[in-house]
């Protein structure tokens, strides 16, 4: 690395590029650290109320399609393969291939949303699943039912909109990365990033069996 690319690469206010990195670094996890605390709150009311009606929730759980939970999960997982490829790629300069695992994570991405608002939520509303909008579910768990389904729809719709944000944010990379804005001295921006999508993937894999599969499956 020469001098010339890592004053290039260095911000004035840092004294060299392992501090700059780490106060990156620092500063995503510090972020996270308020996003856990903000999950955490929809986890222990979750919980709470979970506990406090068990049959209405297992009740809504299994109104709940855990085939497409499930290939949802897959494909996050997959995305968070792409993601940490994306960051390697960063990291040893390779433009082509950081462009590349780029945009895989960005349309596995796109694809999770997609099947959670064509192939879940829109049929859960015509189901009559959508409390307070359409809920017509009848039974002696309903009342249950429709708090597991605000639930269900706060949590999952919150999740979602992390994972649309984070989709801007790579695009962004994206068109950077294609510029040859990033290498082995500047790589910062990319790294961040995927710890941001590495956390809206942990939080899926959390929801899927509190949510999905709560009582088992006969």
């Known amino acids: 690395m020469s001098d010339h690319h890592a004053s290039g690469a260095l911000a004035h206010q840092f004294e060299d590029l392992e501090q700059q990195h780490e106060s990156a670094s620092l500063g995503m996890w510090i972020f996270l650290a308020t ?17 406090l009606h068990l049959a209405g929730f297992v009740d809504g759980s299994h109104k709940l399609n855990v085939t497409i939970g499930a290939i949802n999960t897959a494909v996050l997982i997959c995305s968070s393969l792409t993601m940490a490829l994306a960051v390697r790629a960063a990291q040893m300069g390779k433009r082509i291939s950081l462009v590349s695992f780029l945009i895989m994570t960005i349309l596995l991405g796109l694809t999770f949303v997609a099947i959670k608002l064509i192939l879940e939520w829109r049929h859960d509303y015509v189901e009559g699943l959508a409390p307070g909008l359409h809920f017509t579910f009848t039974g002696a768990n309903a009342p249950s039912v429709e708090l597991f389904f605000c639930f269900y729809f706060i949590m999952t719709g919150v999740h979602a909109l992390h994972m649309i944000i984070g989709v801007g944010v790579l695009s962004v990379l994206g068109v950077q990365a294609w510029k040859g804005r990033f290498g082995p001295d500047r790589f910062n921006a990319v790294e961040t990033a995927g710890l941001y999508w590495h956390f809206v993937d942990i939080i899926w894999i959390f929801l899927f069996p509190l949510l999905y599969l709560i009582g088992g499956r006969y």
């Open 35 to 51: 996003e856990v605390m903000f999950f955490g709150g929809l986890f222990c009311g979750y919980t709470v109320y979970r506990n």
